[in-house]
């Protein structure tokens, strides 16, 4: 294993993310903040506990999750996206660097700003409601969990994207309405049965339910089957990025 490969890949991806603080964390940090004063302050003060959580502390985990699979996807899209459109992508294939080190790199970078960013809106959040963690290993496991598999998605997208404007299509059109369909301001369980039933086929229910469950010990669904689905989507982010690899697709263009 090239170590130094992936210290330096690591490296250059986290200082661009140094470069551009305002857009990496500034921006969603105040996004955040304007949900919680809009949804937790405004409208939260009108509504019931849900699960015997206040509104504003039930959203917390749901917001927590809506940036960090946005900002895994984007982080990781962008990261791997840009060498391919400036052309260095062959310095990196011209490197004695295997793909794992390629994607351990880029990956593993990805993540940690998103991991760092989810931490950052948690501390945020407890500037505006009052909350606890019930589960907190279980907590950092969900979102460790998430943001590397997140971001190998993200990596894939940039992979796959021949534009900028494919880099946010899945990210604004798929992630983002699936995420508030999942559960992130109301529980699943306030819905008619029928609509229980097929909300349960979005993924995104079992990630904002698990994380939520880690914090106040409620979930919409076992905990259990939250975890196994996000190792299960890991699984298959980790095999559709070898086949990239294997076959070479356009990772030269």
């Known amino acids: 294993m090239n170590f130094h490969a992936i210290l330096a ?3 250059f991806e986290m200082a661009r993310a140094w470069r551009t603080l305002m857009q990496s964390v500034a921006s969603p940090v105040i ?6 004063v809009v949804f937790g302050s405004a409208i939260g003060s009108h509504m019931v506990e849900i699960d015997g959580v206040s509104y504003g502390a039930f959203i917390v985990p749901g917001m927590i999750m809506l940036a960090l699979l946005t900002q895994s996807i984007s982080n990781a899209s962008f990261g791997i996206y840009m060498p391919r459109f400036t052309g260095t992508i062959y310095e990196i294939h011209s490197a004695p660097i295997s793909y794992v080190e390629i994607v351990a790199g880029y990956v593993g970078a990805a993540a940690s700003k998103s991991i ?3 931490l950052i809106m948690l501390a945020t959040a407890r500037l505006f409601v009052s909350f606890g963690v019930a589960h907190p290993f279980w907590m950092l496991g969900f979102l460790v969990l998430t943001a590397v598999t997140f971001s190998l998605f993200g990596f894939i997208i940039g992979i796959w994207a021949d534009g900028f404007e494919k880099l946010q299509i899945i990210p604004l059109m798929i992630i983002t309405p699936l995420t508030f369909l999942g559960g992130t301001f109301y529980s699943i369980k306030m819905l008619p049965p029928f609509w229980q039933t097929v909300t349960l086929l ?3 229910v079992y990630l904002v339910s698990g994380f939520r469950w880690a914090f106040y010990g409620v979930a919409d669904v076992s905990v259990g089957v939250s975890f196994g689905m996000t190792l299960a989507f890991l699984a298959l982010c980790l095999v559709c990025v070898r086949w990239i690899f294997k076959t070479g697709y356009r990772l030269k263009t």
Request: aromatic content about 20%; cysteine-free; overall charge positive.
């Open 202 to 204: 979005n993924p995104v």
């Open 116 to 118: 760092l960013l989810g």
């Open 31 to 36: 996004s955040t903040a304007l949900y919680f």
């Open 9 to 11: 890949i690591y490296k």
